[in-house]
Nanobody, 127 residues
Framework: QVQLVESGGGLVQAGGSLRLSCAAS????????MGWFRQAPGKEREFVAA????????DYRDSVEGRFTISRDNAKATVYLQMNSLKPEDTAVYYC????????????????????WGQGTQVTVSS
């Protein structure tokens, strides 16, 4: 079993930055893709960013492209989301997720391939 724990959320003013971390534990010794999703109050959960196991392939939703950066450290079993130039519309609970074992270049933007999910961390951006 795999456990994912997010950290780094908080309250920040518009234009500010936050760095989210997601640490995996348990059965972590396999290649897999990782992703970040978010859910704002009253809205569906949506894709934010994803990264392949190698780290060479990343993808972002259009609204965060150029402001957010996803990265990973496989030796630490941790994935990060650097969020810059935050906007009030980025306010949401952010979840990290991990797919089943995959190739080093696999990446996923939909929720279906992600088997493991964290509990989420709240990000609030004030105007």
């Amino acid at each position: 079993q795999v456990q994912l724990v997010e950290s780094g959320g908080g309250l920040v003013q518009a234009g500010g930055s936050l760095r989210l971390s997601c640490a995996a534990s348990g059965e972590i010794y396999s290649s897999n893709a990782m992703g970040w999703f978010r859910q704002a109050p009253g809205k569906e959960r949506e894709f934010v960013a994803a990264i392949s196991y190698s780290g060479a392939i990343t993808d972002y939703r259009d609204s965060v492209e150029g402001r957010f950066t996803i990265s990973r450290d496989n030796a630490k079993a941790t994935v990060y989301l650097q969020m810059n130039s935050l906007k009030p519309e980025d306010t949401a609970v952010y979840y990290c997720a991990r797919t089943a074992q995959s190739t080093w270049s696999y990446i996923a933007q939909s929720e279906a391939p992600y088997l493991y999910w964290g509990q989420g961390t709240q990000v609030t951006v004030s105007s």
